[in-house]
């Protein structure tokens, strides 16, 4: 009897050793996820991922978690090489995140206030012959006087399509300029001298579909003040 008194703490402690090391063991998330709070979501071009303190959450079936470093080699799709809008995600175990939009801007636009609220919605369509952007002006917190952007494209043989670059203002804005300034990329600027808070205000196009075009580095103006546009997708 004395053996087994003094046995019995050992074997219920290696009972339950063993017993949390098969709960670790069983552990297997069905889902993963990123914390939005947890992301340094504006960088200026070429700067490097910031991953201080950035968990990744596990999620198994029966709604149990576990947070784990996030490391570089999770994330897919950050990207600093160029301006714009961009998402980001994580892969682990065969599972898929949820997306993080991030913002690249320029160095010299750190400098201008940026603008929150005011959100330019931007749609590109390509046809047989021709590509179109239309640019959508929506929520504003600031009286829009003029906005500029650069059009880009990859494909060298950009200027080809120069000549049929065409713009129409479908708002107050009625003053349309554009200028090429490297092999692949144009600046364009719409201004007029009323404010305009809302609407569907300008659109363009050119014939060509073979091109990769983006636009890139967004700015408004309320007539004293540059912004930069972080809303813009």
Same mark, same amino acid.
């Given at each position: 009897?004395k053996?087994t008194?003094f046995?019995?703490p050992?074997i *219920?402690?290696?009972? +339950?050793? *063993?017993?949390g090391s098969?709960?670790?063991?069983?552990? @297997?998330?069905?889902?993963?996820? *990123?914390?939005?709070a947890?992301?340094? &979501?504006?960088?200026? &071009?070429?700067q490097? %991922?910031? +991953?201080? /303190?950035v968990k990744?959450r596990?999620v198994n079936?029966k $709604?149990?978690y576990?947070?784990?470093?996030?490391?570089?080699d999770m994330?897919?799709?950050f990207?600093?090489?160029?301006t714009?809008q961009?998402? %980001?995600?994580a892969?682990?175990?065969? +599972?898929?995140?949820?997306?993080?939009?991030y913002?690249v801007?320029n @160095?010299?636009?750190?400098?201008?206030?940026?603008?929150?609220?005011?959100r330019?919605?931007?749609q590109k369509t390509?046809?047989?012959?021709?590509?179109?952007?239309?640019?959508n +002006?929506?929520?504003?917190?600031?009286?829009? #006087?003029a906005f500029s952007?650069?059009i880009t /494209?990859?494909d060298?043989?950009?200027?080809?399509?120069l000549?049929?670059v065409?713009?129409?203002v *479908? /708002?107050?804005?009625?003053?349309y300029y554009? @200028?090429?300034t490297?092999?692949?990329g144009?600046?364009v600027?719409?201004?007029g001298?009323?404010?305009?808070?809302t /609407?569907a205000f300008?659109?363009?196009?050119?014939t060509g579909?073979? #091109?990769s075009? #983006?636009?890139?580095?967004?700015?408004v103006?309320? $007539?004293?003040?540059?912004?930069? %546009?972080p809303?813009a997708?």
């Amino acid at each position: 009897m004395k053996k087994t008194s003094f046995f019995l703490p050992i074997i *219920l402690l290696m009972g +339950l050793l *063993l017993l949390g090391s098969c709960e670790k063991e069983e552990f @297997k998330p069905e889902s993963i996820h *990123l914390q939005h709070a947890d992301f340094s &979501v504006n960088y200026t &071009v070429d700067q490097e %991922l910031t +991953l201080d /303190g950035v968990k990744l959450r596990l999620v198994n079936g029966k $709604g149990q978690y576990r947070d784990i470093p996030c490391t570089t080699d999770m994330i897919v799709g950050f990207d600093t090489s160029t301006t714009g809008q961009k998402k %980001l995600h994580a892969v682990y175990a065969g +599972l898929t995140s949820n997306e993080i939009s991030y913002l690249v801007y320029n @160095k010299e636009d750190a400098s201008r206030p940026i603008v929150t609220k005011t959100r330019i919605d931007i749609q590109k369509t390509v046809s047989e012959d021709k590509t179109i952007f239309e640019l959508n +002006l929506r929520s504003c917190d600031i009286a829009v #006087r003029a906005f500029s952007f650069r059009i880009t /494209g990859i494909d060298a043989s950009f200027d080809d399509g120069l000549s049929e670059v065409t713009g129409t203002v *479908l /708002g107050k804005m009625t003053d349309y300029y554009w @200028k090429k300034t490297t092999n692949d990329g144009i600046n364009v600027l719409i201004s007029g001298n009323e404010p305009q808070s809302t /609407g569907a205000f300008f659109s363009f196009e050119w014939t060509g579909t073979n #091109r990769s075009i #983006r636009i890139e580095d967004i700015v408004v103006s309320d $007539g004293e003040n540059d912004y930069f %546009l972080p809303a813009a997708k």
